[in-house]
T-cell receptor, first 113, second 112 residues
Framework: KAGVTQTPRYLIKTRGQQVTLSCSPISGHRSVSWYQQTPGQGLQFLFEYFSETQRNKGNFPGRFSGRQFSNSRSEMNVSTLELGDSALYLC????????????FGPGTRLTVT | GESVGLHLPTLSVQEGDNSIINCAYSNSASDYFIWYKQESGKGPQFIIDIRSNMDKRQGQRVTVLLNKTVKHLSLQIAATQPGDSAVYFCAEKLAGGFKTIFGAGTRLFVKA
């Protein structure tokens, strides 16, 4: 079974631009969570989607948004990029809404200049 | 507040020795705890988990201990190998919650 895939793997953007990151969960998984990882803040929860509905959201500004499609694929968008948005963005999927074991993708490394 | 912290940011052990990575959590309502391993350039990988109604769980070469009285979690790795070198994160989930709260991480170095 293929793992969680994320595209692109690396991205360089300029301050003020917007970016869209994509995540394809493991086949059959319906829950997708997004995390931001930085050296200073560690792994921080962004949001979680299940069956196209956002069920939980972390403490990030409204510039960070996401969505999930009917095939469980998910995208996250960051508008008006700031230098501090430079991070590794990780996506994780799990089998059902109640199962806790998450499988992570390799992440998208975003650099904002 | 919601926070999960680690006592030691870096741990260095000799190959073949046992490793112990510690973690403190603050939310007594958490009912599920997980340890993840993250190697360079990869996403976190599930190692072992434990529910709050247990105090010990064993896997292959790994053991997780949970002390709810002092809100402490530990990961024990037996016969540590060079391939165990990575950053280890503890994480917690609240009962019925859909988000995972991660600790800061501990980097484990294994000396040959």
């Amino acid at each position: 079974k293929a793992g969680v895939t994320q595209t692109p793997r690396y991205l360089i953007k300029t301050r003020g631009q917007q970016v869209t990151l994509s995540c394809s969960p493991i086949s059959g998984h319906r829950s997708v969570s997004w995390y931001q990882q930085t050296p200073g803040q560690g792994l921080q929860f962004l949001f979680e989607y299940f069956s196209e509905t956002q069920r939980n959201k972390g403490n990030f500004p409204g510039r960070f948004s996401g969505r999930q499609f009917s095939n469980s694929r998910s995208e996250m968008n960051v508008s008006t990029l700031e230098l501090g948005d430079s991070a590794l963005y990780l996506c994780a999927s799990s089998g059902t809404g109640d199962l806790y074991e998450q499988y992570f993708g390799p992440g998208t490394r975003l650099t904002v200049t | 507040g919601e926070s999960v912290g680690l006592h030691l940011p870096t741990l260095s052990v000799q190959e073949g020795d046992n490793s112990i990575i510690n973690c403190a959590y603050s939310n007594s309502a958490s009912d599920y705890f997980i340890w993840y391993k993250q190697e360079s350039g990869k996403g976190p990988q599930f190692i072992i988990d434990i529910r709050s109604n247990m105090d010990k769980r064993q896997g292959q070469r790994v053991t997780v201990l949970l002390n709810k009285t002092v809100k402490h979690l530990s990961l024990q790795i037996a016969a540590t190998q060079p391939g165990d070198s990575a950053v280890y994160f503890c994480a917690e989930k609240l009962a019925g919650g859909f988000k995972t709260i991660f600790g800061a991480g501990t980097r484990l170095f294994v000396k040959a």
